[in-house]
């Protein structure tokens, strides 16, 4: 079967560095470019982190470049505690890289994308697992290259309108709720994976320890797990965010969709970031409402046992 192409847009973070892992192991993808986003993180430390797991566990070389530091409007990005102070939970220290960005002063996350997409029209779906900065701002300086982006699929948002940031937000948006306006509004075809679909699929301390036999990959998940807390989950309880979203794309029937309007705040400071989606049969964005824990978990127990 031929591999998907995709741009993986992170901000490593713990279930970003999960999600990175599937996306090179699971056999479906063939992962173009790794765009760095600041987020979880500050951008020099997702960036370190992003060039770890890329070196660590990608079976084939693939370009890593650094992205933005801030949102469109030049706010920081909140900064949250939940993935541990370097942003890889129980990893205390990683080693350094011989993988280098491919950023020069005259080449950055924009011309990457950009190119990354041209070099492969209509083929490539953008995965937006972190703040959408590097996506939008890519879109606003070449917007030339819409019609040839296959879709984005964009983790952020919630069905119900409540968030972890914010009673109203969750992490992704609230970071820069007007570069998710402008993806919303590109016209390009989107797939959402909202908030409860990572809440109520989330992996147990036993299935962690469970992983602790597959391997050094299954060590590492693991180890990664074991320093990550969830603002809306006990601590036994992990969230599998970042990581549905791309399985969703591998393995679709895990997951209930429907196609749905969506609009973002970004006027009200009390209701910044919030999303609110409406079923509208004959929009071009779908949202992930959906999927079996079970199976999401079993899937990645499957590609963690592959890798050793």
Do not use: W
């Not at 490593?12 to 699971?26: E, H, Q, R, S, T």
């Not at 794309?249 to 209701?271: G, H």
């Amino acid at each position: 079967m031929k591999k998907q192409k995709i741009i993986l847009d992170v901000d490593p973070g713990v279930d970003d560095a999960v999600a990175m892992i599937y996306a090179y192991l699971c056999g479906k993808f063939d992962v173009k470019l790794v765009s760095v986003v600041a987020g979880n993180v500050g951008i020099e430390q997702t960036t370190k982190n992003a060039l770890f797991v890329t070196e660590k566990f990608s079976p084939v070389p693939v370009k890593v470049v650094s992205g933005f530091s801030c949102s469109i409007l030049g706010t920081d990005f909140p900064r949250l505690s939940v993935h541990g102070e370097k942003g890889l939970g129980g990893m205390a220290k990683i080693g350094k890289t011989k993988l280098k960005t491919i950023n020069t002063p005259t080449y950055g996350v924009c011309e990457a994308i950009r190119d990354t997409v041209m070099q492969n029209k209509g083929e490539i779906t953008i995965m937006g697992l972190g703040p959408f900065t590097n996506i939008a701002l890519t879109l606003q300086k070449y917007p030339e290259i819409k019609p040839f982006i296959k879709q984005l699929l964009l983790m952020g948002g919630s069905i119900d309108g409540t968030g972890s940031v914010t009673p109203y937000a969750g992490f992704n948006v609230y970071s820069d709720p007007e570069a998710c306006e402008i993806l919303v509004k590109s016209k390009i075809p989107i797939l959402f994976s909202p908030k409860e679909i990572g809440i109520n699929t989330f992996i147990t301390q036993p299935e962690l320890d469970k992983f602790e036999s597959f391997g050094e990959c299954g060590k590492f998940v693991s180890k990664l797990y074991s320093g990550y807390r969830d603002l809306l989950l006990p601590n036994d309880k992990f969230a599998t965010h970042d990581l549905c979203a791309v399985m969703a794309l591998a393995k679709p029937e895990i997951f209930s969709t429907k196609n749905v309007s969506v609009k973002v705040n970004v006027k009200s400071p009390k209701k910044r970031g919030q999303t609110i989606f409406k079923d509208l049969p004959e929009s071009n964005i779908a949202l992930y409402y959906d999927a079996s824990a079970t199976k999401i978990v079993k899937e990645l127990e499957r590609v963690l046992k592959k890798a050793d």
